[in-house]
């Protein structure tokens, strides 16, 4: 009966239709007793704080309720009306009206609230800032066949930081065919088509795109720009291509020749003009569009000018005021912020994204007379070693990877490759010359052995330098006009990196 009369008096009260009389019989239930039943009034018992334990990532929130637990067996939520404190609020902080906490710093803290004299508690740790998103970026690229383009990967963590984690990154290239060599993240492009390149990190993966743009023709040049015949005698001429992915090909037989004066002299197609008659006349190449011009002067005697002698066979390439040099560049250096490149031996370009680490005794230069002289001094190396004969003289190109090769002068129409070990054994000068690109696959090896040495050793393509990761490589390399790259983690003991364009660098150790 008393259950029944408490439930009346609740229902009437909820429903406001007791007298005014008995209004007070509505209230005051949590001490004395009913003035309309005459029971007991429920009294507060405890409050309890849920959850009891959590654990958030640094930089995030967790939402507390607290429930006020009655005598009766009644609970209601009073998280929006209990005091809320945390013990450390340097761990963490609680919102005082509300119960949601958010993380400072790692470590743990008591949560408590209170409400009408009672108190409740939880524990709240705090871990670290946990990885949120990954990013690539640029988020798309275009480049040419044989260009390299660095992408960067980016964490975000709970704690709003961001981290660059490319070397810690596996990147991937989901059409290889098109795209490649995505080793920490510098792509390059192979041939026309597109790729996704992947990062993945920290259970995180992140996309770009990449596209490898079809090469065009940008120009042609025709060798020599001028030159001076006797009547009756011939004069050959070279065309070059040039492309837009700054690769070159010689085009002579498919040149179309004229010449302006066909009473001064003559062309063939193969490009080989003879002299007519005394004076002067244009010689003119014409490929795919494109058009180059020679003068070429015809007189009754010309006098051969005395040619200088190229050095002996013996000698090494001399490389003048640019031996002092370890990494050269005409143009600019690329060099990865927060990296370990230490460089032994000056250092010189006029453009520096961040200046490498020298040992000390060097200098990097930027500007000045000795910068200049050391730029125009390459130029004389790369002709020194242009001018050696060949003691291997080959069309195409070669992967020197596994062979064993005595000192000589190497020359190749194409490319020279190094995949694995290429052994250079015994005493003497050894000068490889290509005209295209000299590539070195990564964890690949350059080996000195029985008296050959890197101060003997010259490379001089005349297009791109790739050096793969974690290569070992030895001798001076000589670009005229072309960029060189040297791979994450590759040494050069006992060598340089001189270029008239761009050398790009990342973690590398360099000494001259």
Do not use: H
Request: with cysteine.
């Amino acid at each position: 009966m008393n259950t029944f009369k408490r439930y009346t008096k609740l229902l009437f009260c909820s429903a406001g239709l007791l007298g005014a009389a008995l209004v007070a019989g509505c209230g005051g239930g949590d001490q004395g007793r009913d003035p309309i039943l005459g029971l007991p009034a429920a009294s507060l018992v405890n409050i309890a704080v849920t959850p009891a334990t959590a654990t958030i990532a640094l930089g995030t929130t967790q939402q507390f309720v607290a429930t006020a637990v009655y005598s009766d067996g009644s609970a209601q939520d009073v998280s929006t009306k209990a005091a809320w404190s945390s013990a450390t609020p340097a761990v963490a902080t609680v919102t005082a009206a509300s119960g949601n906490a958010t993380a400072v710093s790692q470590g743990s803290t008591v949560i408590s609230a209170s409400f009408n004299g009672k108190t409740g508690a939880a524990t709240l740790t705090v871990a670290p800032a946990s990885l949120m998103s990954l990013a690539i970026t640029p988020p798309a690229v275009t480049l040419f066949a044989g260009e390299t383009r660095q992408l960067t990967a980016t964490a975000s963590y709970s704690d709003g930081t961001t981290v660059d984690v490319t070397t810690r990154s596996q990147f991937s290239s989901a059409n290889t065919a098109a795209v490649g060599s995505t080793v920490g993240g510098l792509v390059t492009g192979v041939a026309a088509g597109s790729s996704i390149i992947s990062a993945a990190f920290g259970g995180k993966i992140a996309t770009s795109t990449a596209d490898t743009a079809a090469a065009t023709l940008s120009g042609i040049s025709i060798s020599p720009a001028s030159a001076t015949i006797s009547v009756g005698a011939k004069q050959n001429y070279t065309v070059t291509a040039r492309y837009s992915d700054n690769s070159t090909a010689i085009v002579t037989a498919s040149a179309t020749w004229t010449s302006s004066v066909t009473g001064i002299a003559t062309v063939l197609n193969t490009g080989v003009a003879t002299g007519v008659a005394v004076g002067t006349t244009t010689i003119t190449a014409t490929f795919n569009g494109q058009s180059a011009n020679a003068a070429l002067t015809v007189a009754a005697i010309v006098q051969p000018e005395p040619q200088p002698q190229p050095p002996p066979a013996s000698a090494a390439v001399n490389l003048r005021s640019a031996a002092d040099f370890a990494v050269l560049a005409g143009t600019s250096i690329t060099n990865n912020a927060g990296g370990t490149t230490l460089i032994t031996g000056n250092v010189g370009a006029p453009s520096q994204t961040t200046d490498p680490v020298l040992a000390a005794g060097f200098t990097n230069y930027k500007s000045g007379a000795i910068l200049a002289n050391a730029l125009a001094d390459l130029q004389l190396a790369i002709t020194d070693a242009n001018s050696r004969t060949c003691d291997v003289s080959s069309a195409s190109g070669i992967d020197l990877g596994g062979l064993v090769l005595s000192p000589g002068v190497y020359c190749y129409a194409g490319a020279i490759n190094i995949t694995g070990t290429l052994k250079l054994n015994g005493p003497g000068v050894y000068i490889f010359r290509t005209a295209m690109t000299l590539n070195a696959t990564a964890n690949s090896i350059v080996e000195l052995t029985n008296g050959a040495s890197a101060s003997n050793l010259t490379w001089v393509p005349v297009g791109p330098t790739t050096l793969g990761a974690n290569s070992v490589f030895k001798g001076s390399i000589l670009g005229q006009a072309a960029a060189i790259t040297v791979g994450d983690n590759t040494t050069l003991q006992n060598g340089r990196v001189l270029t008239a364009a761009a050398v790009t660098l990342r973690n590398n150790k360099i000494t001259k």
